[in-house]
């Protein structure tokens, strides 16, 4: 596997479930990043790690939950999620947080909440 | 506080035709200035970016984009559009030394044949 890659590409879920979005880098990159993509509004950052270290928060609801274990790994974890969360939620990896270098993003996973 | 804004939420050109592609920026400071390109089901990928050297910046599949400090511009162009250009573009800024990257909302480029 070569780039970012997320799992699951689509997931539905209830309102009560507890689900998990996965993404890997094989970029060998020390950032990660999550974002939420929604129809008709621009890409909004959700969290920012690096070197597993979490040094975004964008006053995100407490109901994503995200983990990285290692630098090549992210994790967003959900739970009690509403309607409106759903959307397309893009993973993206870079050399380091912020500046000249551009971001890598994965195939995003496509999530419903019912 | 820094942002990013795309003028037309949706551009139609006919094949051949010149593609531009609009963007400009709001911050204190020139910032570090990308574009990519979303195609459907999938996530962005890198067209260019602007990083202080020089100000016309080539990228991949034809497109160029040229910084202008004095409009705070960073507009996106092909001499002619194929069919495959099809796609949602975004420009996107962070200042030197943040670790924020700022889209803006986003262009939906249609090909006419």
């Known amino acids: 596997e070569t780039g970012v890659t997320q799992t699951p590409r689509h997931l539905v879920m209830g309102m009560t479930n507890k689900k998990s979005l996965k993404c890997e880098q094989h970029?060998?990159?020390?950032?990660m990043y999550w974002y939420k993509q929604s129809a008709k509004k621009p890409l909004e950052l959700m969290f920012v790690?690096?070197?597993?270290?979490?040094?975004e928060n964008n006053s995100v609801p407490s109901r994503f939950s995200p983990e990285c274990p290692n630098s090549s790994h992210l994790f967003l974890h959900l739970h009690t999620l509403q309607p409106e969360d759903s959307a397309l939620y893009l993973c993206?990896?870079?050399?380091?947080?912020?500046?000249?270098?551009?971001?890598?993003f994965g195939p995003g996973t496509r999530l419903t909440v019912t | 506080a820094q942002s990013v804004t795309q003028l037309g939420s949706h551009v139609s050109v006919s094949e051949g035709a010149l593609v531009l592609l609009r963007c400009n920026y709001s911050?204190?400071?020139?910032?570090?200035l990308f574009w990519y390109v979303q195609y459907p089901n999938q996530g962005l990928q890198l067209l260019l970016k602007?990083?202080?050297?020089?100000?016309l910046v080539k990228g991949i599949n034809g497109f160029e984009a040229e910084f202008k400090k004095s409009e705070t511009s960073f507009h996106l162009t092909k001499p002619s559009a194929h069919m495959s250009d099809a796609a949602e573009y975004f420009c996107?800024?962070?200042?030197?030394?943040?670790?924020?990257?700022?889209f803006g909302q986003g262009t939906r480029l249609t090909i006419n044949p």
């Open positions: 970029l060998g990159h020390n950032a």
């Open positions: 996107a800024a962070i200042i030197q030394g943040a670790q924020k990257l700022v």
């Open positions: 993206a990896s870079s050399p380091i947080p912020g500046g000249i270098y551009e971001q890598y």
């Open positions: 790690y690096s070197l597993e270290e979490r040094v």
């Open positions: 911050s204190s400071v020139p910032p570090y």
């Open positions: 602007y990083t202080s050297a020089a100000t």
